[in-house]
């Protein structure tokens, strides 16, 4: 965590982190509304940087920027549905309406990416374990070694290829028959790696009793007063969206024209709210 309040955010119970998360990725994917796509991913992207710095946020950006260029011209060049035509080649109709769902479609993708990177940097493997280690204890620890292998195994990976690179096996640079057999040198070497450390983990495990019945868990989340809190403004925020969206206050039309609710001050405070919660952790 970079500052305090990340600090105080990841310190959370686990219940209340996970509930925001459910919350805002709900949310995100069920309100199609121009403006609750872009305040969902400006939240995610300001919680992000908080969270891993601006330096992550940009090489996150590298993948999320051209995935948002390729859905958002994608859409028009499949889709000729809409009413307001910009412009026709081969007799097809490009329409504003096909130019704008695009547009949002890939900005919402892009935010609950965004929320996504937030998750795995507050949701770490044991406090999934803590949820979920008794409803699905098989499913939990499937997913806990997962989430926590990819990254030992790219940080392994780059120790490997460093290691052989200065013993002059480069995948980098040389004849292309030279650089395969390097790289195959290198993956070898990981396939051992990841061998030797499943084997060490099912050691690990069985000595510590794993799977045998009447076995403990020990565990150092509490709820306090600062959790219920949370918890309260998360449900008053995700109740007043709710009311916003079965009401039609954040409803939006794509097709066959583009229209939406009348703006108010009702759907303002929609708004509000809406925003209000995407930017919990910095309140």
Known sequence: MTDTRMRFFGN????????????????????????????????????????????????????VGPMFLLIALANPLFNHRGVTMLFTINHLWYTLEAVCYGLVSGCSLC????????????????????????????????????????????????????AQKYMGRDTENGSLLRRTKNAMKVFSIMVTWSLESAIDTADSMKSRGYGEK??????????????????VWLIFCGAYVLCGVL??????????????????????????????????PAA
């Open 111 to 162: 935010a609950v990416i965004m929320w996504f990177t937030c998750y795995q940097e507050v949701m770490t493997s044991d406090k999934f374990i803590y949820l979920f280690g008794r409803v699905i204890p098989a499913l939990s620890l499937v997913l806990s070694m997962t989430m926590r292998f990819v990254p030992r195994f790219r940080t392994q990976l780059h120790t490997v290829a460093q």
């Open 247 to 280: 009401a039609g206050g954040l409803r939006f039309r794509y097709y066959p024209s583009l229209a939406g609710a009348p703006v108010t001050p009702m759907t303002v405070s929609f708004f509000v709210v809406y925003f209000l919660l995407c930017l919990t």
């Open 12 to 63: 959370l119970h686990p219940a209340v982190s996970m509930a925001y998360f459910v919350l805002v990725l709900g949310l995100t994917l069920a309100c199609m509304h121009p403006v609750t796509v872009v305040l969902s991913f400006l939240g995610a992207s300001w919680f992000s940087i908080r969270l891993r710095g601006w330096k992550a946020y940009g090489h996150t950006m590298r993948f």
């Open 214 to 231: 009447g076995r403990t868990a020990f565990s150092i989340y509490r709820m306090d007063d600062r959790d219920r809190s949370l918890l």
